[in-house]
C-alpha cells in the first residue's frame, strides 16, 4: 500500500507551547498520524497533562519542560529529547500572547505603553516564538538535511488589529524572520512556513473574548462581524494545515509559505 502523504511515521515532532490550546491540538494531531511528540511547554502540569492524554490514545509523547525566553533551558531539552525520543525532524512553536499592558485603552494610550512590557511581547512571540527554537533545533535539521519548521503568526501580522500593537509588530516579525530562514535553509532539506490562525478561543485571550458571565464581549461581536464564517475557530481545525506542512511528501516544494485558517478573516475589509 503506498504510504500515505500525510503519514508522520518515523518523525519526531517538537511542539514548543503544548501545554496550550492550539500547540495542543496539533500535537494530538501530529501524535494520531503516527509521529513521536515531545511536548515542550513552560508549565509542567498542562504539558505532563497533554503527553499523558495523547499516550492514553495509543500514541507516543513526552513531557519536556522548557522555558523558550531561554537559549539554555531550550538546549537543555534539545538533548533530553534526542536521547529520549531521537533527532527532532519537526519543530512546531507555538509560544506566545499578548501582554495586556501593551493593549491601546483610553485608559492606557499609545504613548503610554510600557516599553518593558513591549519588550516582553517581542521576547515572547519573536524570540521564544520563533528566533530561539530555530537556532537550538535548526542546525541539527540542517546538519541531517531533514526538517520542518512551522511558526504561529496572526491575521494581525498581514494587517494590525487595534488595540493589539506591539502583539501585531512582533507578529509582523515572525513572518518575516520566517521567510528569511526559509530561503536560508532552502537547498539544505529544511523547510521553514507559517501557520496563520485567526481567533481561536484560548487561554491567553479568553478574558479578552469573554465577559465572566461567559457572554461574549464587544471585542467579540466586532471580531465575529468582520470573520465572513461567523464563528471562532475550534483548534482542532488547525491540524491538518499543521500536518500539510509537517508532511514532506506532502509539502515538499512547500517552503516560505504561510496558511491562513482564519474562517476568512483576511478576505474582506468591511
Ligand atoms: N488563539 C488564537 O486565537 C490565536 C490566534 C492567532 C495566533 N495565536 C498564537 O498561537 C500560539 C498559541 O497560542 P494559544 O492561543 O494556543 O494560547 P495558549 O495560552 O493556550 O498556549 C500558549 C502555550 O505556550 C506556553 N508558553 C508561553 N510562554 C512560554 C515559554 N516562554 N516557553 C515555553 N512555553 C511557553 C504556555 O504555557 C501555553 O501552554 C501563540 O503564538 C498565539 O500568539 C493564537
Redo the contacts with the bound molecule.
Keep these: 500500500m503506498a504510504t500515505s502523504l500525510f503519514d508522520l511515521t518515523n518523525e519526531v515532532a517538537v511542539v514548543?507551547?503544548?501545554?496550550?490550546?492550539?500547540?495542543?491540538a496539533v500535537a494530538e494531531g501530529f501524535a494520531e498520524a503516527g509521529a513521536k511528540v515531545a511536548v515542550?511547554?513552560?508549565?509542567p502540569e498542562?504539558?505532563e497533562a497533554r503527553a499523558k492524554r495523547i499516550r492514553d490514545h495509543g500514541g507516543t509523547a513526552q513531557f519536556f519542560q522548557?522555558?523558550?525566553?531561554e537559549r539554555d533551558s531550550l538546549l537543555r531539552a534539545h538533548d533530553a529529547i534526542v536521547a529520549s525520543l531521537g533527532a527532532p525532524t519537526i519543530l512546531f512553536?507555538?509560544?506566545?500572547?499578548?501582554d495586556p499592558k501593551t493593549t491601546v485603552t483610553p485608559d492606557n494610550p499609545f504613548e503610554a505603553i510600557p516599553l518593558e512590557n513591549w519588550k516582553r511581547n517581542f521576547d515572547?512571540?519573536l524570540v521564544?516564538?520563533v528566533l530561539l527554537p530555530c537556532q537550538v533545533f535548526g542546525p541539527g535539521m540542517v546538519a541531517r538535511r531533514k526538517g520542518s519548521i512551522i511558526n504561529?503568526?496572526?491575521?494581525?501580522a498581514h494587517i494590525p488589529l487595534s488595540r493589539v500593537v506591539s502583539?501585531s509588530a512582533a507578529?509582523a516579525g515572525v513572518l518575516s524572520l520566517s521567510r528569511f530562514l526559509a530561503r536560508e535553509w532552502a537547498t539544505q532539506g529544511v523547510r521553514v512556513n507559517t501557520l496563520?490562525?485567526?481567533?481561536?478561543?484560548?487561554?491567553?485571550?479568553r478574558a479578552l473574548l469573554f465577559n465572566a458571565d461567559g457572554s461574549p464581549t464587544d471585542r467579540t461581536q466586532q471580531i465575529w462581524n468582520h470573520t465572513p464564517m461567523r464563528r471562532?475557530?475550534e483548534?482542532q481545525e488547525l491540524v491538518g494545515a499543521a500536518i500539510f506542512l509537517a508532511s514532506g511528501r506532502a509539502s515538499g516544494f512547500v517552503t516560505g509559505a504561510d496558511i491562513r485558517v482564519d474562517g476568512g478573516f483576511l478576505a474582506q475589509t468591511i
Excluded: C, E
Design positions: 514548543i507551547g503544548a501545554g496550550g490550546v492550539l500547540a495542543g515542550v511547554d513552560l508549565r498542562a504539558g522548557a522555558n523558550a525566553m512553536n507555538a509560544a506566545g500572547g499578548n515572547l512571540n521564544a516564538g504561529i503568526a496572526s491575521v494581525s502583539y507578529k496563520t490562525p485567526g481567533f481561536f478561543p484560548a487561554d491567553q485571550n471562532f475557530g483548534a
